[in-house]
């Protein structure tokens, strides 16, 4: 299982925390209900959420002891639980499912998130993004550094297709179960600082599992192939900063 660090997760934090915030200011009126949080991390989206709505029974579910450890110092009220998406089972039926830049670790999509929106109770809302950003050289070059070198047959099972769809294919699941879906892409520009700031981004999500069966060295021979890879994508401007476009998708439907 891969150990999330929330200081480096949140290295970048108003990077990350922002596509979440504008999911939810998308969510309309909500019927009575539990709030659910899927992959909640360290909890600022779903202490927004149980702050719209004060009153209900909050709970943020994440696999990592580590992030929910760190959500737990700071959401007083909150109901915080650790668990695999695959084997989540609401006790009654939610009025919000809500997960931001979560649900592409989980496989199988095609199952997975019709199932999610069946759970909602009628009027509920299921409000999910994702990166879709996968074919990017972010993601592409450490693919392909992965690919070679000693670690190659080692880190081979751990390279995975594409998780996440097009938009259309999720139309195609939704549609049919939703009252109302909402589905649309943003591509933020951002604007980083640092020396390798895109190997600190993924160091802190997409980078993690390919490093953690390697030794401190060869962690280190990694980094350096890969880094050098990165400062050709993605050169430093002028002004010392990085772009770093960065491709998600939202939906929103309502059961």
């Known amino acids: 299982m891969t150990i999330w660090d929330p200081g480096q997760y949140l290295r970048y934090g108003d990077?990350?925390?922002?596509?979440?915030?504008?999911?939810?200011?998308?969510?309309?009126?909500?019927?009575?209900?539990?709030?659910?949080?899927?992959?909640?991390?360290?909890?600022?989206?779903?202490?927004?959420?149980?702050?719209?709505?004060?009153?209900?029974?909050?709970?943020?579910?994440?696999?990592?002891?580590?992030?929910?450890?760190?959500?737990?110092?700071?959401?007083?009220?909150?109901?915080?639980?650790?668990?695999r998406v695959e084997g989540w089972q609401p006790e009654t039926p939610p009025a919000l499912v809500f997960s931001n830049a979560a649900l592409q670790w989980v496989d199988g999509h095609e199952t997975l998130i019709p199932r999610l929106l069946r759970a909602l109770a009628p009027g509920g809302v299921l409000a999910i993004q994702m990166p879709r950003n996968f074919?990017?050289?972010?993601?592409?070059?450490?693919?392909?550094?992965?690919?070679?070198?000693?670690?190659?047959?080692?880190?081979?099972?751990?390279?995975?297709?594409?998780?996440?769809?097009?938009?259309?294919?999720?139309?195609?699941?939704?549609?049919?179960?939703?009252?109302?879906?909402?589905?649309?892409?943003?591509?933020?520009?951002?604007?980083?600082?640092?020396?390798?700031?895109?190997?600190?981004?993924?160091r802190g999500t997409a980078l993690r599992p390919l490093l953690e069966p390697l030794q401190p060295s060869e962690r280190a021979a990694f980094e350096t192939a890969y880094q050098a890879r990165l400062a050709e994508a993605y050169p430093r401007r002028a002004n010392g900063t990085t772009l770093f476009p960065f491709r998600r998708i939202f939906i929103v439907a309502r059961a």
Request: with cysteine; net charge negative.
């Open 15 to 83: 990077e990350r925390l922002r596509p979440g915030f504008e999911l939810l200011a998308r969510v309309g009126d909500l019927p009575p209900g539990d709030l659910w949080d899927l992959g909640c991390g360290t909890g600022a989206h779903l202490r927004a959420i149980a702050a719209r709505w004060p009153g209900r029974r909050a709970v943020g579910f994440d696999s990592s002891a580590e992030m929910l450890a760190k959500a737990a110092a700071e959401g007083e009220g909150i109901e915080w639980r650790e668990g």
């Open 135 to 202: 074919d990017q050289p972010s993601h592409v070059l450490m693919r392909d550094v992965a690919s070679t070198g000693p670690w190659a047959s080692r880190l081979a099972p751990l390279l995975r297709p594409d998780p996440v769809a097009p938009p259309a294919v999720y139309y195609d699941l939704l549609a049919p179960l939703a009252r109302t879906l909402d589905i649309w892409e943003t591509e933020y520009q951002h604007v980083l600082k640092g020396e390798a700031p895109v190997l600190e981004w993924v």
